[in-house]
């Protein structure tokens, strides 16, 4: 079962920064907080990871809470390719655990020109 | 350094036939998630495996399902006596180690007709 909880769908104008909003209010302290993205039918994408501190790669930052209870991702200039469902996760990180990644519902990111 | 390859990328069988999915990982990767997404519904946790070993098998359906991770070669799904239900899309994902992140192939839509 999921452990985040994300709005269905949301739309930004291409240019624009796209912010995307994630809770998680029970994580624990050994869980990462991941996001993937699924273009259309294709396998899903890797974008970034983060524990506690606020991460960023070439594709998106990753703002954590210091309570670590929510996050957002960031996508600093949104394209249209950009359109995608981006699910936000919850993994455990001890050696007692499959490490497995439990997709929810996710966001539905539209893009506008 | 190939992605995670999947083949056959569309495959159709008809009822009560075998299908056979396989998986090469990346490069470098031991560990390797099945996955199932259903049409017009989300990812669904099947199975992960190390090399030669099942680790979790928590979201395989109990019959008719099966996978493995030889030593050498590609990890293999397998279905027997496919089913209409059976029609989805299948990922694989892989990872070098088990608190990485995991890179997903493009899948392989099984049609059952």
């Known amino acids: 079962d999921a452990k985040t909880t994300q709005p269905p769908s949301m739309d930004c104008a291409e240019g624009r920064a796209a912010n995307l909003p994630c809770n998680h209010s029970?994580?624990?302290?050994?869980?990462?907080v991941y996001w993937y993205r699924q273009i259309h039918s294709q396998g899903p994408q890797y974008i970034i990871h983060?524990?506690?501190n606020n991460e960023t790669n070439e594709m998106a930052s990753l703002i954590i809470t210091e309570d670590r209870k929510s996050s957002t991702l960031i996508l600093p200039h949104a394209t249209l390719r950009d359109t995608a469902v981006y699910y936000c996760?919850?993994?455990?990180?001890?050696?007692?655990?499959?490490?497995?990644?439990?997709f929810g519902s996710g966001t539905r990111l539209l893009v506008r020109p | 350094n190939a992605g995670v390859m999947q083949n056959p990328r569309h495959l159709v069988r008809r009822r009560g036939q075998e299908a056979r999915l396989r998986c090469s990982p990346m490069?470098?990767?031991?560990?390797v998630y099945w996955y199932r997404q259903l049409p017009e519904e989300g990812l669904k946790f099947m199975v992960y495996?190390?090399?030669?070993?099942?680790?979790?098998e928590s979201g395989m359906p109990k019959e008719r399902f099966s996978a493995e991770f030889p030593k050498e070669g590609p990890s293999i799904l397998r279905i027997q006596q496919v089913v209409r239900g059976d029609s989805a899309a299948y990922f694989c994902?892989?990872?070098?180690?088990?608190?990485?992140?995991?890179?997903f192939g493009q899948g392989t839509r099984l049609t059952v007709v």
């Open positions: 994902a892989s990872s070098p180690q088990q608190m990485s992140e995991a890179f």
């Open positions: 029970t994580i624990s302290g050994n869980e990462y």
């Open positions: 983060g524990l506690k």
């Open positions: 495996l190390q090399k030669e070993n099942i680790i979790d």
């Open positions: 490069k470098g990767h031991s560990h």
């Open positions: 996760i919850v993994r455990p990180n001890v050696m007692d655990s499959s490490y497995k990644l439990i």
